[in-house]
Every structure is written in C-alpha cells, then in structure tokens.
C-alpha cells in the first residue's frame, strides 16, 4: 500500500527546476506533501483532492492525476531552503484518514 | 496558536524495561495519529484515533505497542519490553476532523534510543 517515490534523489543549484514523482496501485483520495529538515518534524505543503486538480504554493506546485494515481510535485527556481526530505502521503478511497507515505525524496539545493 | 506537542523529546531506555509517549495535539483538533520513522526512513503509521470511533490499530507492529487516547484530547502510546529494533523517532500528528483530505499537522517527534 505504501506508494513508490521517485527519484530517491536530487541535487540542484540554486534557481534549477525539478520534479518528484509519487505513485499508487491502489485508488486514491487524496495526496498529501510534506517537507522534513534534518530533525526536524514534517511541515505541510499541500494537500490534493481526488479531481485531478492542480495547486501552487510560492514556486512549488503539484498536480493529481487521477486515472494513474500519480502525483508530482514541481519544485520551480529551487532555493536553498528548499533543501530537505520530501514526502508524499496517500490516502486511499476506502481508508479514509489514514496516511500511508512513501520513503521520501532527499533534495539538496546547492549555491 | 499552538501546535502538536510531545513528550519527551528525547528518552534512552534499557532492552526490556517500558516506555510512554505522550502527546498533545492542536486544540479542538478530532483526529490524532502515530507513525514512527526510523533512521532516514519514511513515516510508517501506527495507529488512528478517530473521534469517538473506535481506532485504527492496524499499523501496530506487535502486541508490545499500545495507545490510548484520554478525554479525546491526550494521547499516549506505550511500548512494552523494548527491543533495540524500536529504536526510531515517534512522531504524532493531529487533524481538524476525521473525514477524508484532512491536514495532519506534526509534533516536533520523541527519539526514543533503546540500548
């Protein structure tokens, strides 16, 4: 049930783009991301609906593909706070609530 | 306001002996749930407490682990006999309510070394 994350890493410079996939075998309702520093606890990021829809949060945005139960998250112009571990968390349709997360990608944004 | 605290932060235990974590979660906040991270690993859940709805245990990995959650606000979540493979960081999240596309927002996490 635990969704596969890919890659499980990436190095950046400063004002560089990447991508981070998330995927599921199983139907999902909702998919969370978060953002860990050495540490430190999970920070939110954002959260999307079964809908296939897309959201953005400063130069980091994610979408929702339903049909392929995958979701990415986009991280545009990196800087270097956005620098941790990113983890996306699954929801499954029959199992509300309940958050099953994958191993996390490392994100090392460097000068 | 304030967020999802835990206690304590840091606990060293012998093999053996039992531990409790506790935590508090964001006032007004239905949903509360464990997950454990061990070394530079994912978050693997533990267990759900939904409201007044019986929990989710389906993620405790023996019958040494255990949780309950008083007055449907504090949570603690014991682990007898400690074995050293339970060594790991004990995070507990909270969300506004139960239903599906909640938030969870996470306590700073227990780091639980068992020697």
């Known amino acids: 049930q635990q969704p596969v994350q890919s890659p499980q890493a990436v190095i950046l410079r400063e004002g560089e783009d990447a991508v981070i996939n998330c995927s599921s075998s199983?139907?999902?309702?909702?998919v969370h991301w978060y953002r860990q520093k050495h540490g430190e606890a999970p920070i939110f990021l954002m959260i999307?609906?079964?809908?296939?829809e897309q959201k953005g949060h400063d130069k980091i945005s994610a979408s929702f593909n339903e049909k392929k139960q995958q979701s990415s998250l986009y991280l545009t112009a990196s800087q270097l706070s956005y620098s941790g571990t990113y983890f996306c968390?699954?929801?499954?349709?029959?199992?509300?609530?309940?958050?099953?997360f994958g191993a996390g990608t490392q994100v090392v944004v460097t000068p | 306001g304030a967020g999802v605290s835990q206690s304590p932060s840091n606990k060293v235990t012998e093999k053996g002996k039992d531990v409790e974590l506790r935590c508090d979660p964001i006032s007004g906040h239905t949903a509360l749930y464990w997950y454990r991270q061990s070394l530079g690993q994912g978050l693997e859940f533990l267990i759900y407490?939904?409201?007044?709805?019986?929990?989710?245990k389906s993620g405790l990995p023996s019958d040494r682990f255990s949780a309950e959650r008083t007055g449907g606000s504090v949570s603690t979540l014991t682990i007898q006999r400690t074995q050293q493979e339970d060594s790991a960081v004990y995070l507990c999240?909270?969300?506004?309510?139960?239903?599906?596309?909640?938030?969870?927002?996470f306590g700073p996490g227990t780091r639980l070394l068992v020697l």
């Open positions: 199983k139907a999902l309702y909702s």
């Open positions: 999307l609906l079964k809908g296939g």
């Open positions: 999240a909270s969300s506004r309510t139960s239903g599906g596309g909640q938030t969870q927002y």
């Open positions: 968390g699954t929801e499954l349709i029959d199992s509300w609530g309940k958050l099953q």
């Open positions: 407490f939904q409201g007044n709805s019986a929990p989710d």
